[in-house]
């Protein structure tokens, strides 16, 4: 089993950063490769970044290409998701994902935090 536990969000106005942070236990961290999903009211669940074990490879969703980064500290057991430039429309709970695979779909994770809240005021 991994518990992932998900930290960082809030409230913030459109142009800020906030940084969210997803600590992980439970089993080596550097056998799994991690992702970032978020869920606004009403949605379904979208991929926003991946990451592979090392940290050598990222992907991102086109809508957040360019503003957010993804990186890893395999030493800290923790996965970041830096988010600048934010919109209202990045309003969601961002959601940790753990599987020892590269998946990109939220289905195909086998582990998960609980979430926490980014809210965007315009």
């Known amino acids: 089993q991994v518990q992932l536990v998900e930290s960082g969000g809030g409230l913030v106005q459109a142009g800020g950063s906030l940084r969210l942070s997803c600590a992980a236990s439970?089993?080596?961290?550097?056998?799994?490769?991690m992702g970032w999903f978020r869920q606004a009211p009403g949605k379904e669940r979208a991929f926003v970044a991946r990451?592979?074990?090392?940290?050598?490879?990222?992907w991102y969703a086109d809508s957040v290409k360019g503003r957010f980064t993804i990186s890893r500290d395999n030493a800290k057991t923790t996965v970041y998701l830096q988010m600048n430039s934010l919109k209202p429309e990045d309003t969601a709970v961002y959601y940790c994902?753990?599987?020892?695979?590269?998946?990109?779909?939220?289905?195909?994770?086998?582990?998960w935090g609980q979430g926490t809240q980014v809210t965007v005021s315009s």
């Open positions: 990451i592979n074990w090392t940290g050598g490879r990222t």
């Open positions: 994902a753990a599987d020892s695979g590269f998946p990109s779909i939220p289905s195909d994770y086998a582990y």
């Open positions: 439970g089993r080596p961290f550097s056998n799994f490769a």
